[in-house]
């Protein structure tokens, strides 16, 4: 007989996340922060080189930049063709290049060389979707956003926590229901936590801490 789950409880889930991802690598954006790349203008730059890139690849591509360059003026007197051989290994590299160029241009060109903390302002630039302008606020600049990727997506509707069908529907959902004081952590324990225990096929859910909460929504086979 399958025994019922148990009510989602929120806090009891972050603290077991905590301790489940505790033993893998950081997500991306996070370790860059916490290696000195604090600026949101750095973040965002890092957000759009992940974008469909593993995070090994885009954490390593996005040192081999800011070891060259870190500021917007710095950044908009490179040759599109000189950041792109520091980014080759991501995916889409040459567009991403001219719009990290572009986006650095007109940061110099509009605001002086420093990068406002502004949903609005960073949804306007090419290749900045809600995602990256989300992050970007939530880990350099301390405002309550929640960055939706694919693990944070798929992860949530999964639990049942909320059901929507794209990245933007999960992100409007969680933030009716996801209290504020883990709108930025969220996307730090879902990164981790889906890459090695909620996988997209066969997720470990006989050792998961979540599983008894967890409705498993869309979960065809599991080990």
């Known amino acids: 007989m399958t025994r019922p ?14 301790e489940a991802v505790r033993p893998f690598p950081k997500a991306m954006l996070f370790q860059l922060y916490e290696d000195g790349h604090t600026s949101a203008f750095e973040i965002l730059v890092a957000c759009l ?6 995070d090994e690849t885009s954490l390593a591509m996005a ?6 360059a870190r500021t917007p003026t710095a950044i908009a007197k490179m040759d599109i063709n000189a950041i792109d051989a520091l980014i080759d290994k991501c995916a889409f590299h040459l567009v991403k290049s001219e719009q990290i160029n572009t986006l650095a241009r007109l940061i110099v060109e509009e605001n002086a060389g420093e990068l406002p903390c502004s949903f609005e302002l960073m949804t306007s630039y090419p290749g900045i979707g809600p995602k990256c302008a989300s992050l970007a606020l939530g880990i350099a ?17 999964r639990w049942g926590y ?33 890459k090695h225990i909620c996988t997209p096929v066969g997720p470990k859910c006989s050792s998961c801490p979540l599983l008894d909460m967890c409705q498993q929504r869309g979960v065809e086979s599991s080990r």
Do not use: W
């Open 5 to 18: 789950k148990a009510s989602f409880d929120i806090d009891i889930a972050v603290d077991r996340l905590r």
């Open 49 to 54: 080189i992940s974008v469909r890139t593993r």
């Open 63 to 68: 040192r081999r930049l800011f070891a060259q």
């Open 141 to 157: 600049c301390g405002q309550p956003r929640i960055g939706v990727d694919i693990h944070v997506h798929r992860i949530t509707n």
């Open 162 to 194: 909320v059901k929507a069908r794209t990245p933007e529907q999960t992100m409007t959902a969680l933030g009716a229901v996801l209290p504020e004081r883990y709108h930025v952590e969220i996307n730090a324990l879902l990164v981790p936590f889906g």
